[in-house]
């Protein structure tokens, strides 16, 4: 019923090539007043519908299947997201700043009960979605030293914020999460981190009228065409401070986490969307005499695609399963020791899935031919999306460094729970004998890796975060897909994807060039190499 309305929704609009002509800003009227009316696709409106209806937020909250609701949500947001016309994207940021009023409830009662009631309600009249405001030019991924807007304190205990914010894409949303700088008596601004705090803040008011914000421009964007995102000017803006001074991006890493596993997520729909595509193609066109499945060599990039599809699915799942133990569970050492894994892989899965999509996606517009170009397909639109998920949330890189940044934080403890874990979860894997290679492999790429880790000098860590993490979430995912494999409902296939997996460079840090790659004379090599005739 869920995924019919979904592609009757989407038959409705006809194609994604008219979503996209209809979305634009009008932003005075006939009269000259400023309306900032947003023009979208007619199917916007009805996912968000269709979005509360189905309680896409709700039943992650209402906690019906206990610790399991996670995990039944983030597999609905599996199904819906290839379909839902990008409605993800606010969704997930609802999903985000849902969680980190939950998390603050105590604090900010009212914010609590007005906002978070609507964010999780199932009925499309009284619905909301929610932005997230944190990139102003001068950075998006550094925000401590980017973020220029100011909260100035009113007398009745509410701010309001003055800034410019350089994307926001959900612009639709009845209430956004920001950032801003509190301006002290004396007109002073606590620079950087420290001097972050978190608002809420109302986009209109009951009538409709902006919150002292103006939508000054629609983004041009390379895909995700029919979300609207825009830069926005705030003037004055009416909002609600919601974390304590100077906790504004600490306070916001409950929405990070949430968007981060979303944008993981919708990234392995992606490749399930296309892996699916692509195989359905495969029994359909037919070249030099035979069907394309009947080409060896076409079944096994198909079959590079699907592993690469189910690691991706197996990590975001095991994500979710975590994150509902976490919640609903409560204390003691075995979830203590989960939690510190969970902080570790919610980065890894956000910065690999969303480069294997990329990889993936593209792989099967490859796979339909001179087809797989053309724009009438919708195929390219596919890899447009997908690009981005590298991009927002915190780019490859700063994924990476949040990577470091969990690892310096446990003072170590989350490497050894992670260790832990893996060799946990392959030791099912013993009494199979089809799936020794694999665990041998698994094993030393997790000791080679973290033995590596722990003997490089620290001026080279950096330079080697995103090879360690690459490493790191290529050795979680075999370790799932083994275990998954041992399982007793496990299918031959499983075992196939497990072996496959494992067998190959699941740590190519250690196996091509390791530490002779990661010098202080490479590092500046890699100057040299770049710059090569570019700066004299
Ligand atoms: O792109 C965006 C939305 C697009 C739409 C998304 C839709 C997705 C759905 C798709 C479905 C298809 S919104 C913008 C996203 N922007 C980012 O992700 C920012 C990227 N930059 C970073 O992540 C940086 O690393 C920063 C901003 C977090 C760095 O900030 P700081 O202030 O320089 O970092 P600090 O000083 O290291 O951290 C400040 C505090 C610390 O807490 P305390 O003080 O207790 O030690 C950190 O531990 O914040 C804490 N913290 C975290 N805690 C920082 N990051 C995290 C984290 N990831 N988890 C927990
Ligand atoms: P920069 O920070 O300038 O990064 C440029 C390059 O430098 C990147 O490759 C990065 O990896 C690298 N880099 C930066 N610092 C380091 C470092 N320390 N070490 C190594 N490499 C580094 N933001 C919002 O707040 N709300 C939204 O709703 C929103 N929607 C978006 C929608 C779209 C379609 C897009 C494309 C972006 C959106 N963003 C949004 C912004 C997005 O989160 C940022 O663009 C992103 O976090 C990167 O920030 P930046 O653009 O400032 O890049």
Same mark, same amino acid.
């Given at each position: 019923?869920?995924?019919?309305?979904?592609?009757?929704?989407?038959?409705?609009?006809?194609?994604?090539?008219?979503?996209?002509?209809?979305?634009?800003?009008?932003?005075?009227?006939?009269?000259?007043?400023? !309306?900032?009316? $947003?023009?979208?696709?007619?199917?916007?409106?009805?996912?968000?519908?269709?979005?509360?209806?189905?309680?896409?937020?709700?039943?992650?909250?209402?906690?019906?299947?206990?610790?399991?609701?996670?995990?039944?949500?983030?597999?609905?947001?599996?199904?819906?997201?290839?379909?839902?016309?990008?409605?993800?994207?606010?969704?997930?940021?609802?999903?985000?700043?849902?969680?980190?009023?939950?998390?603050?409830?105590?604090?900010? +009662?009212?914010?609590?009960?007005?906002?978070?009631?609507?964010?999780?309600?199932?009925?499309?009249?009284?619905?909301?979605?929610?932005?997230?405001?944190?990139?102003?030019?001068?950075?998006? +991924?550094?925000?401590?030293?980017? !973020?220029? /807007?100011?909260?100035?304190?009113?007398?009745?205990?509410?701010?309001?914020?003055?800034?410019?914010?350089?994307?926001?894409?959900?612009?639709?949303?009845?209430?956004?999460?920001?950032?801003?700088?509190?301006?002290?008596?004396?007109?002073?601004?606590?620079?950087?981190?420290?001097?972050?705090?978190?608002?809420? $803040?109302?986009? *209109?008011?009951?009538?409709?009228?902006?919150?002292?914000?103006?939508?000054?421009?629609?983004?041009?964007?390379?895909?995700?065409?029919?979300?609207? /995102?825009?830069?926005?000017?705030?003037?004055?803006?009416?909002?609600?401070?919601?974390?304590?001074?100077?906790?504004?991006?600490?306070?916001?890493?409950?929405?990070?986490?949430?968007?981060?596993?979303?944008?993981?997520?919708?990234?392995?729909?992606?490749?399930?969307?296309?892996?699916?595509?692509?195989?359905?193609?495969?029994?359909?066109?037919?070249?030099?005499?035979?069907?394309? %499945?009947?080409?060896?060599?076409?079944?096994?990039?198909?079959?590079?695609?699907?592993?690469?599809?189910?690691?991706?699915?197996?990590?975001?799942?095991?994500?979710?399963?975590?994150?509902?133990?976490?919640?609903?569970?409560?204390?003691?050492?075995?979830?203590?020791?989960?939690?510190?894994?969970?902080?570790?892989?919610?980065?890894?899965?956000?910065?690999?899935?969303?480069?294997?999509?990329? +990889?993936?996606?593209?792989?099967?517009?490859?796979?339909?031919?001179?087809?797989?170009?053309?724009?009438?397909?919708?195929?390219?639109?596919?890899?447009?999306?997908?690009?981005?998920?590298?991009?927002?949330?915190?780019?490859?890189?700063?994924?990476?460094?949040?990577?470091? *940044?969990?690892?310096?934080?446990?003072?170590?403890?989350?490497?050894?729970?992670?260790?832990?874990?893996?060799?946990?979860?392959?030791?099912?894997?013993?009494?199979?004998?089809?799936?020794?290679?694999? $665990? /041998?492999?698994?094993?030393?790429?997790?000791?080679?890796?973290?033995?590596?880790?722990?003997?490089?000098?620290?001026?080279?860590?950096?330079?080697?975060? *995103?090879?360690?993490?690459?490493?790191?979430?290529?050795?979680?995912?075999?370790?799932?897909? $083994?275990?998954?494999?041992? %399982?007793?409902?496990?299918?031959?296939?499983?075992?196939?994807?497990?072996? *496959?997996?494992?067998?190959?460079?699941?740590?190519?840090?250690?196996?091509?060039?390791?530490?002779?790659?990661?010098?202080?004379?490479?590092?500046?090599?890699?100057?040299?190499?770049?710059?090569?005739?570019?700066? %004299?």
């Amino acid at each position: 019923m869920f995924i019919s309305r979904l592609i009757i929704q989407y038959v409705n609009d006809q194609t994604y090539l008219q979503i996209c002509e209809v979305i634009r800003l009008e932003q005075i009227d006939a009269w000259g007043k400023r !309306t900032d009316k $947003l023009i979208l696709s007619t199917a916007w409106p009805q996912m968000k519908e269709i979005a509360a209806e189905e309680g896409m937020i709700a039943c992650g909250y209402e906690r019906k299947f206990d610790e399991w609701s996670w995990l039944f949500q983030i597999s609905k947001f599996y199904l819906f997201e290839p379909s839902g016309g990008l409605f993800g994207c606010p969704l997930a940021m609802t999903n985000g700043a849902a969680k980190t009023l939950e998390v603050l409830k105590d604090k900010h +009662s009212w914010v609590y009960d007005k906002a978070f009631s609507r964010m999780i309600s199932r009925d499309p009249n009284t619905f909301w979605t929610s932005g997230q405001w944190m990139t102003e030019k001068q950075g998006g +991924s550094d925000v401590a030293r980017g !973020t220029e /807007t100011i909260a100035v304190p009113q007398s009745d205990g509410s701010y309001k914020l003055y800034g410019y914010k350089w994307f926001s894409s959900s612009t639709d949303a009845d209430i956004s999460l920001t950032l801003a700088r509190i301006v002290a008596k004396s007109g002073s601004v606590i620079e950087g981190t420290k001097g972050l705090s978190l608002f809420y $803040l109302e986009v *209109r008011d009951e009538n409709g009228i902006m919150n002292n914000i103006q939508m000054l421009k629609l983004k041009n964007k390379l895909g995700t065409k029919q979300l609207p /995102t825009a830069e926005l000017l705030i003037d004055g803006a009416r909002a609600f401070k919601i974390s304590e001074d100077g906790r504004g991006v600490a306070s916001m890493a409950n929405m990070l986490t949430m968007t981060r596993i979303h944008t993981a997520m919708g990234a392995a729909s992606s490749m399930r969307r296309m892996v699916n595509l692509a195989r359905d193609y495969s029994t359909r066109r037919k070249a030099f005499g035979k069907i394309l %499945h009947q080409h060896p060599l076409h079944v096994n990039t198909l079959a590079f695609m699907e592993i690469e599809t189910r690691a991706a699915t197996i990590l975001v799942l095991e994500i979710a399963r975590l994150l509902g133990r976490q919640e609903v569970l409560g204390k003691g050492k075995e979830l203590e020791d989960e939690a510190e894994v969970l902080r570790l892989i919610v980065p890894l899965a956000k910065l690999y899935v969303s480069k294997q999509a990329v +990889s993936v996606v593209s792989e099967g517009l490859e796979c339909f031919g001179g087809q797989g170009y053309i724009e009438d397909t919708d195929l390219p639109r596919m890899l447009r999306d997908t690009q981005v998920n590298a991009i927002w949330e915190g780019t490859t890189n700063i994924l990476s460094l949040d990577v470091l *940044r969990a690892i310096t934080k446990s003072s170590g403890t989350v490497l050894k729970c992670f260790h832990e874990d893996v060799t946990r979860r392959i030791q099912a894997g013993r009494s199979n004998a089809e799936l020794q290679e694999a $665990l /041998t492999a698994v094993h030393q790429s997790v000791n080679n890796v973290l033995g590596f880790a722990s003997k490089l000098s620290p001026g080279l860590v950096e330079m080697v975060a *995103r090879d360690f993490a690459f490493s790191l979430a290529r050795i979680y995912m075999g370790a799932l897909l $083994l275990e998954h494999a041992c %399982h007793t409902d496990a299918t031959q296939m499983d075992i196939v994807t497990a072996k *496959r997996w494992c067998e190959k460079d699941l740590a190519p840090l250690c196996t091509q060039g390791g530490h002779k790659n990661f010098t202080q004379k490479s590092m500046e090599q890699n100057l040299a190499l770049v710059f090569d005739g570019y700066l %004299h």
